[in-house]
Structures are given as structure tokens and as C-alpha cells.
Nanobody, 129 residues
Framework: QVQLVESGGASVQTGGSLTLSCAAEVTGGMFRTYTLAWFRQAPGKDREFVASISNFIKYSDSVRGRVVISRDNVKNTVSLYMHSLKVEDTGIYYC???????????????????????WGQGTQVSVFA
């Protein structure tokens, strides 16, 4: 149903900014009804929620105020703009998608990995002091 490709990962100094992008190839569905999310995984740690978006938005406590998630329902993309970056923001960032309405359609979107069926390959973000 959906295939995702992330891009935009880079090595950035603390306090800097970065924009990640995720392009979705959609077959047999309507992108505008899907729930999108960003997760990240630091070395040696579990994958954790960053942000998600349906027609509502949810952020993790660790990034709230420093990131903006957005989507373009014409281009079928979702982006994550990050600023005031910290070393602890380092990790592989994954784009995820759910086509199921229960994941966020007309409500605050999910922050649970299990709710997302499609995943990208990840893009590396390294924040150095």
C-alpha cells in the first residue's frame, strides 16, 4: 500500500537545525487520510517516538518546542524540521505510516510503533558538540 523513503540526514553541530523528508509512494489509497510519524533510534537504545501527524499533531516530550512535523498531501510527503539540536538527538530517524483510521484519523495520532505498518529505511542524524 505504501512505500517510504527518508532523506536529509546529516552531521550537525549542537544548536543547529536540520530538515528530514520522507516521500511516500501510495497505491490504492488516499495519502491525506493516512497517519505519518517519525521515530528515532540511538546506538544501543530502543527506537523511540518523535512526532506524528494526521489532521492533528503529537510530539514527544523530548522534542516538543524544538521540532515541527508537517505534511504535503499533494506531494505525498512528510517532513521533520528540527532546530536547537542536542547531542541526544543523534540517531537513525525512521519515517512510518499507517493507513488504518484508528491510528489517527480525525484524532490525535498514535505514538506507538505497533500502529504503523509501513517503515522507511532510516536516515542518520549526528549531532556533535
Amino acid at each position: 500500500q505504501v512505500q517510504l523513503v527518508e532523506s536529509g540526514g546529516a552531521s550537525v553541530q549542537t544548536g543547529g537545525s536540520l530538515t528530514l523528508s520522507c516521500a511516500a509512494e501510495v497505491t490504492g489509497g488516499m495519502f491525506r487520510t493516512y497517519t505519518l510519524a517519525w521515530f528515532r533510534q540511538a546506538p544501543g537504545k530502543d527506537r523511540e517516538f518523535v512526532a506524528s501527524i494526521s489532521n492533528f499533531i503529537k510530539y514527544s516530550d523530548s522534542v516538543r518546542g524544538r521540532v515541527v512535523i508537517s505534511r504535503d498531501n499533494v506531494k505525498n510527503t512528510v517532513s521533520l524540521y528540527m532546530h536547537s539540536l542536542k547531542v541526544e538527538d543523534t540517531g537513525i530517524y525512521y519515517c512510518a505510516c499507517s493507513v488504518r483510521p484508528s491510528s489517527g484519523y480525525n484524532k490525535v495520532p498514535s505514538d506507538q510503533q505497533a500502529d504503523f505498518e509501513a517503515w522507511g529505511q532510516g536516515t542518520q542524524v549526528s549531532v556533535f558538540a
